[in-house]
């Protein structure tokens, strides 16, 4: 006889201990057979009474211990205890991001906050709160107005009316008030709108940047170039003057000679001609001086190119040579030759030793001396300009001021000569410096930068 496996009965033969035996939730079946019992070929019902089938009964068995009450309520618990133990993570997770993200947005060096839709403030971090002295309480409504500067509050109230109605970015400018000095600093306003998946705006996020010092610096580079162009334009006058005085008062002599070479009778037109060529000599000295000061005053944006240094060096110090002579100054050049091309802007370079060279000038005006300007490769890849005198040297104890925008021992000085210098040459990434020498004077350098390329041609050559 075939045991009935898997099914949820027992079969028992007469006389005979269980055979089989299988699970049916807490309960089995007993099936007591006789010889004639032959196994059913479908186990899906429980077999009669009958045909090898003495009896049938249903009898409790104890459970596998998977279907006891403990086991299940233990089963239950702990899958909870997973259940509730992975929300409770990310509970903490998600706490620690936040505790994070505040942290951020209260550490980093602007003003941060949060609007509704409608613009009412629903925070503000920390450095609101220091810088302006108000709460967020204060803030909220129309509190924040009292941080803003009477006369920007207008302009400010509007832009953000605007925003709120279209829903657009917002970006201004805007005086806010400290707290702490009752000053008033100007910053860059920034806010965006948050937006749902539909595109309703859900919340306004905006941050305050301090500008203030990059103000400053835009008003003081926009002060020092006009100052700039209007001090070292006064220098140059007195010089320009002298140099072309020369070529016009020569040609007004060599005028008047060649016509009296050709008044006489029969006029000279050997003599006549050599007066004539003289006149056109000068004037063509003459044009060529307003050239250069024309390329040196001409209103061109910066431009960068591979320079020629040692060619600007010798056309600064021909226009200013006369400038020297008359206060007994004689210029030498130490130019290195083969000097690589620097990366520089021409024209600002120029300015840079119309400077330094009017300096040195001005400081032998009274005794005289030598003025050298020297030029080499230096270290790291730069070329390195020197200006030395043989003046009376830097104002004692003031070498590190004399760089200052307004620093000046001269009595027409505007100070601004070497203040300049230096914002150009720092724009360059080179450096600028200046030291007292062994003997008598002074010496300027600065360095300017490679041009990178070899095939570049420099000009000015
Ligand atoms: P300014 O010439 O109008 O005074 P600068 O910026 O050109 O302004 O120079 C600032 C100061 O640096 C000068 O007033 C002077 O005291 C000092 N200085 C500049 N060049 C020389 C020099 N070659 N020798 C001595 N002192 C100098």
Redesign the pocket.
Known sequence: MQPLVDQPFTIIQPGSKWRNRTHFGTQYAAILVDANYQPPSSVDSLPSPGHGVVAVAMVNGRPEFWQTWWFLLAATLASAGIVAAYFLQRIVLLAGAERRFREAIETMPAMAFVTRPDGYCTFVNRRWVEFTGLTLEQTSESGWQAAVHPDDLGRVVNKWRASLALGEPLEYEVRLHRAADETFRCFLMRAVPLRDNRGKVLKWCGAATDIEDRKQAEQLRADLAHVSRV?TMGELVASITHELLQPISATTLNGQVALRWLQRDPPDIANASQSVSAIVQDGNRAATIIERLRLLYKKVPPRREPVAVNSVIAEMVELLRSEANGHAVSIRTDLEDDLPAAMVDQVQLRQVLM??L???I??MSDTGGVLTVKSESGAQDVIQIS?I?T?????PG?DDQ??QAF????M??????????KSIIESHHGRIW?NGNEGR??T?HFTLPLAGQEDERPVGS
């Open positions: 001090s400077n330094l009017l300096n040195a001005e400081a200006v005198d003046g009376p040297g830097l104002p003031k004399i760089f620093f000046t021992t001269k027409q000085g505007s100070g601004m000569g070497l203040a300049i210098s200046a004077g002074a300027f």
